[in-house]
């Protein structure tokens, strides 16, 4: 069964650490990894992946994603406390179709 | 340009009830998509449409029933209401560009309580 699992379920740190997201697949007919950070309500964009070793960054936020062994990792460096959301992770398969993770819930203290 | 928009935001039904969430996107995108977000379980699809006339069903279809009238209009229907359809439901579309995947815009949700 296709399956996207991401960890941990949930992560605490303070102010000006670094995290570590990670997203596992087992996904058919793979095509891309996509990142999205959710705040209070909708999913907002924050990479998508589709060759594995190409780091993609964005401020503090970086990820990249290894094919051969069907993960990728979201790194943020110096944490601030309006990162705090939860971090979903979805694999694009087949014809445009999506599975998600249950997300990585952060929470960054003062 | 208001991206993707659902209503409603909030709704509150009783079991066997009917109703229609309304999703609406203004960026010609082609593909728009149905999800419900349970605690714990990130987002699960229950229906998507790659055209204007054209459904399919995702993971979860069961109970729900959607139709794609015009390209721009996503629309959900419950046609008798189960506790077991309590959650908070997202509309996504997504375009065609370049003949490759790309990222989905997300609604700013519904939030269904079924009795």
């Known amino acids: 069964e296709d399956k996207v699992v991401q960890s941990p379920l949930s992560l605490v740190v303070h102010e000006g650490d670094t995290v570590t997201l990670n997203c596992s697949y087992e996904?058919?007919?793979?095509?891309?990894l996509l990142w999205y950070k959710q705040e209070k309500k909708a999913p907002t964009f924050l990479f998508m992946l589709?060759?594995?070793?190409i780091e993609k960054k964005s401020g503090r936020l970086s990820s990249i994603l290894d094919k051969k062994e069907l993960s990728s990792i979201l790194n943020i460096t110096a944490t601030q406390t309006g990162d705090s959301a939860i971090y979903l992770c979805?694999?694009?398969?087949?014809?445009?179709?999506?599975?998600f993770g249950s997300g990585t819930k952060l929470n960054v203290k003062p | 340009n208001a991206g993707v928009t659902q209503t409603p935001k909030f709704r509150v039904l009783k079991t066997g009830q009917s109703m229609t969430l309304l999703c609406a996107q203004d960026?010609?995108?082609?593909?728009m998509y149905w999800y419900r977000q349970d605690p714990g379980m990130g987002l699960r699809l229950i229906h998507y449409?790659?055209?204007?006339?054209?459904?399919a069903k995702g993971e979860v279809p069961d109970g729900y029933n959607v139709s794609r009238l015009k390209k721009q209009n996503f629309l959900l229907g419950l046609e008798s209401a189960a506790p077991s359809q309590t959650s908070v439901y997202f509309c996504?579309?997504?375009?065609?560009?370049?003949?490759?995947?790309?990222?989905?815009?997300f609604g700013p949700g519904t939030r269904l309580t079924v009795l």
């Open positions: 960026m010609n995108h082609e593909y």
């Open positions: 996504a579309s997504s375009s065609l560009a370049g003949g490759s995947y790309n990222e989905q815009f």
């Open positions: 589709t060759s594995s070793g």
């Open positions: 449409s790659v055209g204007e006339g054209t459904t």
């Open positions: 979805a694999v694009a398969w087949g014809f445009n179709k999506f599975y």
């Open positions: 996904v058919t007919n793979f095509r891309s």
